[in-house]
């Protein structure tokens, strides 16, 4: 049974990723934990895309600006000698999620290109922000004095420590946005995303819960932001870079929309291609190009969804 | 004589130049099933989606129970006990039959503002919808996904649908179009029972059930209701006759 496999798969991928800095440690490669991470927390970001995206049908394409204000959460902060983690995180949270209400609030009044556009429009109005604030480092945006802090044995100073974190933060997301998208909440959004004359009809007024998905999309996006920061040390105003938001939109179509480990495993893909491709040519999206268009005419539903069969979860 | 259920006044809808209703004054009574015939192009769909909320009309009123509604959107209408079918068969295609049911259900159960229990094992939702469908007579296909199940089993999904938002008033358009014989006598037989409970505004090109059904027809022509009344006066009307029954004598 598909559900069967889906749920197999998605254990071994888990027990997978907690496996990764034993063997790092074992194979002598701290590179591995590093790569593995940073898939990780754009995992996250294509995660919390995907549920707008996905199950929502909402093509944001300006998804890239909460990881930017997560990011600058950060290291505003840290510029300032705050360092505290349980203050920075809810911070980026907090942020994003304002700024998705407002972004959210104009752009779900228009749909189809108007809607993508706009998104854009809006992510691109804060990289250009985030470059002229020269405070902020300006165009070459700062370098974080020390990572978030927050007391105990929780030091993410320690590559091992940090790597756990993410890992149960992604675990959380997954499973946090599993039930949303199975609740009364979850299934407004999915089937004003099937069809909105239907759900108008039987009485849902889709605006306000798309509204609500949009928000707490960039909330998680906020804290993938937040981690990025931690993970790269520094943050720029290229975080919110419209090619960043891309990015992050191939790991969902990548991966498999409206499911999701879909999103996780794009992430995975991307960005491993990424690193064994540009290794060899710094044009290795011309590569990466091509095998998206595989994936869209020949596997619909990502590869995910070509590993897994089933109706995705989507009924 | 109460005042009827919904009143509708001077209702007219401009697309360009063409006017697609014009001036249409309608009453419907608590309990009654008015039918709405006209040829092809007659303005009964665009009639419809004016009641529903789906359009906006250009000038006149509607009133149901006693509100002017004409100003509310589609789901206000809704909540306010409004339920429509489409013409063009319109469900939750890639969600199964009963979830298609207990969205609706949902829709008319508070807010849906509600993160946490799966809504797929919430039995104020999933018994209803179950109910409903047996109603129309699809117990036995609600695990069935609705994009697949037959022409006729989602016309049958439609009505479950408006149904189960628990209505004061059905607006069906065309709940028989593109169904074979033998299932148009089913929803003749399912819309029979239906009407002993509901108020209805049902647009219909099958003249069997039209007359099986209806307590008064109105006749759209162009955009106007040219006649209303008993389906015996309509049927002696020559008027009717000639513009629209006329190909039967
Ligand atoms: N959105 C629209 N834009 C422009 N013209 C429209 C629109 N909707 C309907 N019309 C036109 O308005 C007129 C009435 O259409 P409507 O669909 O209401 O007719 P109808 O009586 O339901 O016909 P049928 O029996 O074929 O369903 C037609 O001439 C149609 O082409
Ligand atoms: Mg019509």
């Given at each position: ?87 920075q ?14 972004i ?51 030091d ?27 609740a ?21 007024s ?17 804290l ?19 090619t ?44 990466l ?14 590869l ?12 | ?146 994009g ?27 709940p ?74």
């Amino acid at each position: 049974m598909a559900s069967r496999v889906r749920a197999v798969t998605a254990v071994a991928g888990a027990a997978a990723l907690a496996a990764v800095p034993v063997v790092a440690a074992a194979l002598q490669e701290p590179f591995y934990l590093d790569l593995v991470r940073r898939v990780m927390i754009f995992a996250i970001a294509a995660v919390s895309l995907d549920l707008i995206l996905g199950y929502g049908g909402m093509v944001s394409f300006g998804h890239a600006a909460y990881l930017g204000i997560g990011a600058y959460a950060v290291a505003v902060p840290a510029l300032h000698g705050v360092h505290s983690g349980w203050l920075q995180w809810p911070l980026a949270m907090g942020v994003s999620a304002l700024a998705a209400l407002v972004i959210g609030a104009i752009s779900l009044r228009t749909s189809g290109v108007y809607f993508i556009m706009i998104t854009l429009a809006f992510a691109q109005m804060l990289y250009y922000l985030g470059i002229s604030i020269e405070a902020w480092g300006g165009d070459d945006g700062m370098r974080l004095a020390r990572r978030s802090r927050f007391g105990g044995p929780v030091d993410l100073a320690d590559p091992y420590v940090f790597y756990y974190v993410v890992l149960a933060l992604l675990l959380a997301v997954l499973a946090l946005g599993h039930r949303v998208i199975h609740a009364r909440f979850g299934m407004v959004v999915r089937a004003a995303r099937s069809n909105e004359a239907r759900a108008r009809a039987i009485g849902f007024s889709p605006f306000r819960y798309r509204l609500a998905a949009f928000v707490m999309a960039g909330a998680v996006c906020g804290l993938a932001g937040a981690l990025l920061a931690n993970q790269t040390e520094y943050v720029t105003p290229g975080f919110m870079h419209w090619t960043r938001s891309g990015d992050i939109m191939v790991m969902v179509i990548l991966g498999g929309m409206g499911t999701f480990v879909g999103p996780v495993a794009g992430a995975v893909a991307f960005l491993l291609l990424e690193n064994v491709l540009s290794a060899w040519t710094v044009h290795w999206q011309i590569i990466l190009g091509p095998l998206l268009i595989l994936v869209v005419l020949y596997a619909r539903r990502g590869l995910w969804g070509a590993v897994s069969g089933g109706s995705l979860g989507r009924g | 004589m109460a005042d009827p259920l919904l009143e509708v006044r001077g209702l007219r809808k401009r697309f360009g130049g063409l006017v697609a209703t014009d001036d249409v004054d309608l009453d419907a009574g608590e309990g009654e099933t008015l039918a709405v015939i006209g040829p092809n192009g007659a303005g009964k769909t665009t009639l419809i989606a004016q009641l529903s909320g789906d359009l906006r009309p250009d000038a006149g009123v509607i009133r149901f129970a006693g509100e002017d509604v004409t100003r509310l959107d589609a789901p206000a209408r809704s909540a306010r006990g409004l339920a429509r079918s489409f013409q063009i068969t319109s469900v939750f295609r890639d969600f199964p039959a009963l979830d298609n049911v207990a969205l609706a259900v949902q829709a008319h159960a508070g807010h849906s503002f509600r993160f946490w229990r799966p809504a797929g094992a919430d039995r104020a939702l999933r018994e209803p919808a179950r109910l409903v469908l047996e109603q129309v007579g699809l117990g036995m296909r609600a695990d069935v996904v609705a994009g697949v199940l037959a022409h006729g089993e989602q016309r049958q999904l439609e009505i479950a649908m408006a149904l189960a938002t628990r209505p004061r008033l059905l607006l069906l358009d065309e709940p028989m179009a593109g169904m074979g014989a033998e299932e148009s006598q089913q929803m003749i037989r399912l819309l029979g029972t239906l009407k002993r409970a509901h108020t209805i505004v049902l647009v219909e090109h099958d003249m069997d059930a039209v007359f099986a059904l209806a307590d008064r027809i109105a006749v759209m022509v162009y955009g106007r209701v040219i006649a209303v009344g008993s389906p015996e006066t309509i049927r002696a009307s020559a008027e009717v006759r000639r513009a629209y029954l006329g190909e039967a004598s």
